[in-house]
């Protein structure tokens, strides 16, 4: 099948961006997209042009490293990551417009790369449990009823690839910072940090330049995770509980 | 060496809620339900325009009267005044402030983009913008009676006739109600989002309650001037 791609190349930070028009021929309907742009990459490169740069790391859906916006939707028209959305979905002759992650807090680094350490900020903020070093504690000493394994589980599967962002129209990280509150907080080995671990992260988010969220729910329909919107209410719940609990901001 | 302690004073809890996003989104959520519940109780009191001039003219009297004789003539109203005015405004800048925030968050739109999000939420900015022009609009014409020129004071069920009488303000108040109605409809559940209320398993019984709350409120509102317009209320 052929494509016509119009893809946003940008050679720095600091330069200005260009949607660039390609006309690519000889795609296999089982190519991922990113295969898809490795076949146009290879033919760019014999053509002597700089190739199109974009992340990529296990390319089996796990990782988060991957992420464009394809046609106005972070990662496409399928739910699932881009290394995993097939160009089946597409009809031959089609235009697609690949799009880097749009939001301040990510800014491009080049073409479709982004540069998405402010997540990692959040993370550091308190996206951990603080446990003490040692031999590996007893599988039976901490019991945690199937359900809330169930639901910290879920919640877990964020892979961190800032498809919640992309969509949000106002750029909030919200989803992200909500899933890995609600993985910790709901674990026993998350309790003793309950209430800083929701003030400090949902600052850290606030210290970066992401938007709030106006409960338009892009960001759950965009997960490959399926990281549910309701997330966002037990961490608005987690905050104003910590809040009222008197656990300003450490 | 001792360690040092803690001593610093902790940063109020009013400073960290509006200082942060999910406080601020908390505060409109909060005078969001307060101005929610007084418009349910106005819509009531609207319609006891089609029990007569007598029963409305009655009732508007009766307001300034509530909690009498433990409250001073007019000092329940003055309170509602005030929580309201409050209200109305909180609600307003945490939601221009917010907006600020949101729009600088993403400066560049993408090309092609699909909304996924329903009209009601598209809508809230300025169907806000018009419910605030709408508010002070309705202040000046029912109730300081500023721009209603055929207006008496103490006649709320003849000033409320004659100022539906003019058809431009019948249809800028229809258009006011309609915004009302997608505001609270996208409002009354992010409220409960907002607010850590909602949950998958109720997710959709307070969307229910949403909708419920947008068509009762923007039909119990319409009543009034469909009335005067029809001829029923005159």
Not at chain 1, 28 to 51: K, Q, R, T
Not at chain 2, 82 to 94: E, T
Request: a neutral charge; glycine letters at 8%.
């Amino acid at each position: 099948m052929n494509l016509t791609l119009r893809i946003w190349r940008q050679t720095g930070p600091d330069s200005a961006g260009a949607m660039t028009t390609y006309e690519v021929t000889g795609i296999s309907p089982d190519m991922s997209f990113l295969e898809m742009l490795d076949h146009l990459n290879e033919e760019l490169i014999l053509a002597g042009d700089e190739p199109v740069a974009f992340d990529h790391d296990c390319r089996e859906g796990i990782c988060g490293a991957c992420g464009m916006v394809i046609n106005g939707q972070a990662h496409g028209p399928e739910r699932t990551t881009t290394c995993q959305l097939h160009m089946r979905h597409f009809e031959d002759g089609d235009t697609v417009d690949v799009e880097p992650w749009r939001a301040s807090a990510f800014p491009v680094v080049k073409d479709l790369v982004v540069d998405r350490s402010a997540f990692d900020r959040i993370i550091g903020a308190g996206g951990y449990v603080s446990v003490p070093t040692g031999a590996a504690p007893d599988a039976h000493a901490t019991p945690v009823p199937k359900p809330v394994a169930d639901l910290a589980f879920e919640h877990a599967e964020c892979i961190g690839c800032g498809a919640c962002v992309a969509a949000c129209p106002n750029g909030s990280a919200m989803l992200f910072t909500s899933a890995k509150v609600v993985h910790l907080n709901v674990l026993p080995q998350g309790a003793p940090e309950r209430e800083s671990r929701v003030l400090d992260m949902v600052g850290a988010m606030d210290d970066q330049s992401f938007g709030g969220c106006t409960n338009t729910g892009e960001c759950a329909t965009a997960c490959p995770k399926g990281i549910p919107l309701s997330s966002i209410a037990t961490m608005n719940r987690e905050y104003l509980r910590a809040t009222l609990k008197g656990g300003a901001r450490r | 060496m001792a360690l040092a302690t803690r001593t610093e004073r902790p940063p109020s809890l009013i400073g960290t809620v509006w200082h942060s996003t999910v406080g601020k989104k908390a505060v409109m959520a909060v005078t969001g339900l307060i101005m929610l519940a007084y418009l349910v109780a106005h819509m009531m009191g609207n319609l006891k325009v089609f029990f007569g001039a007598g029963e409305f003219n009655h009732y508007g009297h009766w307001i300034r009267t509530v909690g009498e004789p433990f409250l001073h003539r007019e000092w329940f109203l003055w309170a509602a005044r005030v929580a309201l005015s409050a209200s109305v405004v909180l609600h307003g800048v945490a939601a221009f402030q917010l907006s600020r925030l949101d729009r600088a968050a993403r400066p560049e739109k993408y090309r092609r983009k699909r909304h996924r999000a329903s009209y009601a939420t598209r809508t809230m900015r300025w169907g806000g913008v018009i419910l605030a022009l709408f508010i002070v609009w309705h202040i000046l014409d029912l109730t300081t009676l500023t721009v209603n020129p055929n207006a008496q004071q103490g006649r709320p069920y003849e000033n409320l006739v004659a100022s539906f009488d003019r058809p431009a303000v019948t249809a800028f108040y229809i258009v006011a109600m309609l915004a009302l109605g997608l505001h609270i409809r996208h409002g009354f559940w992010s409220a409960a989002q907002t607010l850590g209320a909602n949950s998958a398993r109720r997710d959709r019984a307070l969307k229910f309650v949403a909708n419920a709350l947008a068509a009762l409120l923007t039909c119990g509102f319409l009543a009034p001037p469909l009335g005067v317009l029809t001829g029923v209320v005159s």
